[in-house]
T-cell receptor, first 112, second 112 residues
Framework: NAGVTQTPKFQVLKTGQSMTLQCAQD?????MSWYRQDPGMGLRLIHY???????DQGEVPNGYNVSRSTTEDFPLRLLSAAPSQTSVYFC???????????FGPGTRLTVL | SQKIEQNSEALNIQEGKTATLTCNYT??????LQWYRQDPGRGPVFLLL?????KEKRKERLKVTFDTTLKQSLFHITASQPADSATYLC???????????FGTGTRLQVFP
């Protein structure tokens, strides 16, 4: 099993550009989530999904969209990048919310 | 809303001693609480989960306690080693939701 994979590892965007961060898991997990991690702020939940076709907002959803068309994939879309979205983004998956979360390696995003 | 408090100051201890990290929450008692380890540049890795009806959980040199009266979980590493140096995060559910939120983490440094 590859576990949770994220692409790209690094990305630099200009303000106003859009992009999609990819996340995939091969463990047949129902629960997937996106977090951003900033110095001194810890991990903050952006969006999450409890299964294919179901998504919901986390603590900091503004400026981000998600969809869950398959069990395996959970992409995160930045609609119009802003410098405040400069961060490290982690995707995670688990059987359900109250089980061990498996995290991907992260995507380091810089918005200029 | 639920808030999680972890000591933001680094904990420095000598090899062989027991490290104790604290996780406090502010409102309702969560159904469970999880502990993760994070190394620089990596995603968090799951360590232990303790449920509200459990007072204590152990795994090798790790021990977690859960006191719903104090609204606190303690995470202990006995016979600590320099390889235990990392940031430790606690996470819990937001209650009646599928959201899992994280504290800001405490950095542990074990010196020889």
């Amino acid at each position: 099993n590859a576990g949770v994979t994220q692409t790209p590892k690094f990305q630099v965007l200009k303000t106003g550009q859009s992009m999609t961060l990819q996340c995939a898991q091969d463990m047949n997990h129902e629960y997937m989530s996106w977090y951003r991690q900033d110095p001194g702020m810890g991990l903050r939940l952006i969006h999450y999904s409890v299964g294919a076709g179901i998504t919901d907002q986390g603590e900091v959803p503004n400026g981000y969209n998600v969809s869950r068309s398959t069990t395996e994939d959970f992409p995160l879309r930045l609609l119009s990048a802003a410098p405040s979205q400069t961060s490290v983004y982690f995707c995670a998956s688990s059987l359900n919310q109250d089980n061990e979360q498996f995290f991907g390696p992260g995507t380091r995003l810089t918005v200029l | 809303s639920q808030k999680i408090e972890q000591n933001s100051e680094a904990l420095n201890i000598q090899e062989g001693k027991t490290a104790t990290l604290t996780c406090n929450y502010t409102n309702y008692s969560p159904a469970y609480l999880q502990w993760y380890r994070q190394d620089p540049g990596r995603g968090p890795v799951f360590l232990l989960l303790i449920r509200e009806n459990e007072k204590e959980k152990r795994k090798e040199r790790l021990k977690v306690t859960f006191d719903t009266t104090l609204k606190q979980s303690l995470f202990h590493i006995t016979a600590s080693q320099p390889a235990d140096s990392a940031t430790y995060l606690c996470a819990l559910d937001m209650g009646n939701t599928d959201k899992l939120i994280f504290g800001t983490g405490t950095r542990l440094q074990v010196f020889p």
